[in-house]
């Protein structure tokens, strides 16, 4: 008479390997994920989010604003031409999300009518952010602007 196979030790044994080697595959996918913060300096700019408000408040009142035209490539900043006399100074930030090496900051230095273009044709494709933060006569204003290239 043929005794009946038992498949339960081999089914046990199959459960543990294929624990085993899940477990391996997520240790080795974290171990090598680069999980870096969206900006080095993330808890600085929490404490002074207040200032960003009311900054692009102020910006929003006096007129200034950011435009993208895709099909040109190009970005215009137009920061109140009042504001020129009282000694302007600022930067502008184009942020890319997605990857922090990609950033750059430049000097904003509109022209006497207030404009600066920006030629943004040779940026990755992909969501960027326009960032321009400036001073005139002691305020401070803060400008963003979500362009897609």
């Not at 960003?52 to 993208?68: D, E, L, V």
């Not at 490539?73 to 009282?86: C, E, S």
Request: proline letters at 3%; one cysteine or more.
């Amino acid at each position: 008479m043929k005794t009946a196979r038992n498949f339960w030790p081999f089914g046990i044994l199959a459960a543990f390997g294929l624990f085993f080697c899940g477990l391996t595959t997520v240790i080795v996918i974290a171990s090598t994920h680069h999980d870096s913060m969206v900006s080095e300096n993330y808890y600085e700019q929490e404490l002074t989010f207040q200032d960003q408000i009311n900054g692009a408040a102020r910006a929003q009142k006096s007129g200034a604003a950011i435009t993208a035209d895709a099909s040109s490539g190009k970005v215009v900043i137009t920061v109140p031409a009042m504001q020129l006399a009282q000694k302007l100074a600022g930067t502008i930030e184009l942020y890319r999300p997605a990857d922090p090496k990609l950033d750059q900051t430049l000097q904003l230095e509109p022209r006497a009518d207030g404009t600066q273009t920006l030629d943004v044709s040779r940026l990755t494709a992909g969501l960027w952010l326009v960032r321009v933060k400036w001073i005139a006569g002691g305020e401070t204003y803060f400008l963003e602007q979500k362009i897609k290239i």
